[in-house]
């Protein structure tokens, strides 16, 4: 499934998409193949599955030392696209990397794109390319099928945040909040309300919000303007020290009423 068939099917069923981030290879990349296969069966709409990185910019204390964990256990880009391979043999949700520009460099703009359209992977995320210089990376994915969502913060000006909201594809990832990631901090959901309305203007793409949005609460407001809601550090928290069928356990109970607060 595609992202864009993803979000007509959220939006058809009139609730907003959830998408939950999980760091590949932590504790182990068996644990985050039962992870994946759980947030499947919990009815998830895509996932952004994280590359390990020693060096994560936007990524908070939960996300960096779910990092840290992976890197230890030897997890490379190389073992996180087949994880994604044998997760598509019973699942069609879709898959976006996240990832940071400097691993994608060092393995091979070209490899990165063509290795990841063979493991059916649905688009990638770097945060940390700026808009100007991302265009090669963009359409090195575009040549594969990979859709580049791109991230809008709070701090940017209305129009580059229009530039940004047209040069994606997938989706336009609208970070709530100053700062990075994690889930102690509450996002100023009025003002959060008023980007997205704006973006609606500049792209027709779905706009999925995330950083921040941490408890059913969040995502029921959050799913009232937006089309979309990501988790990701309080979902890592919520399986942390864990492995296995325990940690899919974990997450199955920690999203079910995130996914049933996206009804509108």
Partial sequence: ????????????????????????????????ERILSALAERGVDAIEVGIPYGDPLADG????????????????????????KRFRVASDVPIVLFSYFNPVYQYGLERFAQDASASDVSGAIVPDIALEEGEELAQTLRRYGLDMPLLVAPSTTAERAE?????????????????????????????????????????????????????????????????????????????????????????????TPLIAATRR
Avoid: C
């Avoid at 204390?61 to 994604?84: E, F, M, N, Q, S």
């Avoid at 089309?227 to 890592?236: E, F, M, R, Y």
């Fill in 1 to 32: 499934m595609t992202l864009r068939r993803a979000f007509e099917r959220a939006r058809s069923e009139r609730r907003a998409a959830f998408i939950p981030y999980v760091m590949a290879g932590d504790p182990d990349t068996a644990t985050t």
């Fill in 61 to 84: 204390p939960t996300i960096a030392a779910a990092g840290v964990r992976a890197l230890a256990g030897g997890t490379k880009i190389r073992d996180v696209l087949d994880l994604v």
């Fill in 163 to 255: 530039q940004i909201a047209r040069r994606a594809t997938g989706f336009v990832y609208v970070v709530s909040r100053l700062g990075v990631t994690g889930a102690n901090k509450m996002p100023d959901f009025s003002a959060l309300r008023k980007q997205v309305e704006s973006l609606r203007n500049a792209s027709a793409l779905p706009l999925a919000v995330g950083f921040g949005v941490s408890k059913s609460d969040h995502v029921r407001d959050v799913a009232s303007f937006a089309d979309g809601i990501i988790v990701g550090s309080a979902l890592i928290d919520a399986y942390a020290g864990k492995s296995s069928d325990e940690a899919a356990r974990n997450v199955a109970t920690f999203v």
